[in-house]
């Protein structure tokens, strides 16, 4: 078999940004013909294109009402409400750049993020504010401003209410003259080891995300409502509730609360704002609990054409269950912080179950091995992309910028194998969770896929143990669907028969729950460090 090479993907035609441009000011420009239109919705309400296009700008004169200089940090903790885009694109058409921060995260968090950003206000909601308030006095750096969105008490002099902020400021006239390579904002990698790394994007990316996947792939329109479990602080998120509606003039559907399935159904039903989404953007994780969930809506309830997973590798028997139930495909991809969104996806109309799918256009991939050089096609790599929407940065960190950011390749973490029937990729694993077993890999994931498949299994999570000869085995902790019942053995059994038998887990646990990150993410290093009494 032929090794694997960068694919030569021409991918759209897109026109690249000119010599200024304000991403802000972009989905701005885009609407101008939208002004009655709704943009937004949460729980208290709508804001319509034109409403945005002033609060944008009122929130930009704002901040630089307070001093803030070009290229200066406004750090954002908010929850996902109408509140959030008006912060986040209000800093960039400043010429200022958001650092958009995970709202599940500590006191702890927020202090270093705060001291490693540099940030020289801050814009948070009313229910973040007392965490927040902990973070500035353990930090040993000041801000000029706290701008509190909704609050539930009274202010402190240093802090001002939002709507009174936007009313003191009228709209700024004309964007920051940035270009598509300045900084534009900020996004925290989840940190799953160590300190989360500021990983810096430029105006542009965003752009080409919108136009190489929101556009291209998912074929997303003005027509659309969307509403993504993910949380706009994430990458993920960032893309599917705003950079992506607004690039096409669409609705999204906001919700600050988390994506329990409750929580979920209500807004699929239409509960919230009398919209019904028509785009759902989630994570394996959320889809296996919903499918779970006695009160799954029926395909007839709903107003979806399309949903859209990341996060975590889409198992294949989770995707097929789902389009038993709903008639529609999940439309699994793979993204990162550092590429901004996704690079390696399905799509409408052409999903292959069990694997990620075929390379976005406009994105080359590459697996390379332990020699650095190419893999064969069926063979477990180190997937590497190549693409116009790629980070800038780690912000002050050289080392791991260097080992992420290699000559216009970006080296993900995943292994991954790619498929010599139809060059689609199938997800192997972190490049950390590879276990070698009787001197053989086995990808955690696709015994973790195996089990899942299971009637009683809910979720499943495997890592390598240590026998009393120290060596490698494998071991599997599985979380059982409410009320039903399944032995060690007969899960033993059912690995056996449909994968190589070296694969099946020499040892199963029974665990209430698993592990994870703020983004649904298995945490495998947490159960390792668990089996190690560290």
């Known amino acids: 078999m032929p090794p694997t090479a960068p694919l030569s993907t021409t991918g759209p035609a897109v026109a690249a940004p000119g010599e200024r441009f304000n991403f802000a000011q972009h989905l701005l420009a885009t609407n101008t013909g939208r002004a009655t239109k709704a943009a937004f919705v949460d729980d208290a309400g709508t804001v319509s294109y034109g409403q945005l296009d002033e609060r944008v700008r009122r929130m930009a004169?704002?901040?630089?009402?307070l001093g803030l200089k070009r290229e200066e940090r406004v750090l954002l903790l908010m929850q996902d409400t109408t509140d959030w885009p008006v912060g986040f694109l209000?800093?960039?058409y400043a010429g200022l750049v958001p650092v958009a921060v995970n709202t599940l995260l500590t006191a702890d968090d927020y202090a270093y993020m705060l001291e490693h950003s540099r940030a020289q206000a801050v814009l948070v909601s009313g229910?973040?504010?007392p965490v927040l308030t902990s973070?500035?006095?353990?930090?040993?750096?000041?801000?000029?401003k706290v701008v509190v969105a909704r609050p539930a008490?009274?202010?402190h002099p240093?802090?001002?209410e939002l709507e009174a902020f936007l009313a003191a400021h009228a709209p700024l006239s004309k964007p920051a003259a940035t270009s598509g390579d300045d900084p534009g904002f900020w996004l925290y990698s989840s940190g799953s080891t160590g300190r989360p790394k500021g990983t810096v994007h430029s105006h542009a990316n965003p752009y080409y995300t919108c136009e190489l996947y929101g556009k291209a792939v998912l074929g997303l329109t003005e027509a659309d409502v969307c509403f993504s479990a993910a949380k706009l602080f994430f990458a993920y998120g960032l893309g599917n509730g705003l950079t992506f509606p607004m690039s096409v003039g669409a609705t999204t559907l906001l919700m600050p609360e988390r994506p329990t399935p409750d929580a979920t159904f209500k807004r699929w039903l239409g509960e919230v704002g009398g919209v019904k989404p028509t785009v759902f953007y989630g994570a394996p994780t959320g889809f296996a609990g919903m499918l779970a969930h006695p009160a799954l809506p029926k395909r007839e309830q709903l107003a979806l054409r399309l949903v859209s997973s990341a996060g975590e590798a889409l198992p294949a028997e989770l995707g097929e269950r789902f389009k038993r139930h709903f008639g529609l495909d999940i439309v699994d991809g793979i993204g990162s912080t550092e590429m901004l969104h996704i690079f390696i996806s399905n799509a409408p109309g052409r999903v292959r179950y069990g694997s990620t799918g075929w390379p976005v256009p406009g994105y080359d991939i590459m697996l390379r091995g332990e020699d650095g050089g190419p893999v064969p096609d069926g063979e477990p790599g180190d997937l590497y992309i190549h693409g116009p929407s790629a980070a800038m940065m780690y912000w002050g960190n050289r080392a791991k910028t260097?080992?992420?950011f290699?000559?216009?390749w970006t080296k993900s973490g995943d292994k991954y194998v790619r498929n010599a029937d139809d060059g689609s990729y199938t997800y192997s694993g972190r490049s950390d969770d590879m276990l070698k077993v009787s001197g053989i890999y086995v990808s955690p994931f696709e015994v973790e896929a195996t089990l899942v498949m299971h009637p009683a299994v809910l979720e499943a999570a495997v890592i390598g143990v240590a026998d009393a000869e120290g060596l490698t085995k494998t071991k599997a902790f599985v979380v059982r669907k409410a009320g039903a019942a399944v032995t060690e053995e007969e899960l033993k059994v059912f690995v056996k028969e449909k994968l190589a038998p070296y694969k099946y887990p020499r040892q199963i646990a029974f665990v209430d729950d698993l592990p994870k990150t703020a983004t649904g993410k298995i945490q495998r290093f947490k159960l390792r460090d668990q089996e190690r009494g560290t």
């Open 61 to 65: 004169a704002g901040l630089r009402g």
């Open 90 to 92: 209000g800093a960039m």
């Open 127 to 129: 229910a973040l504010l």
């Open 135 to 144: 973070a500035l006095v353990k930090s040993d750096h000041e801000v000029q």
């Open 153 to 155: 008490a009274p202010l």
């Open 158 to 160: 240093a802090e001002v």
């Open 402 to 404: 260097r080992e992420t």
């Open 406 to 408: 290699q000559g216009g």
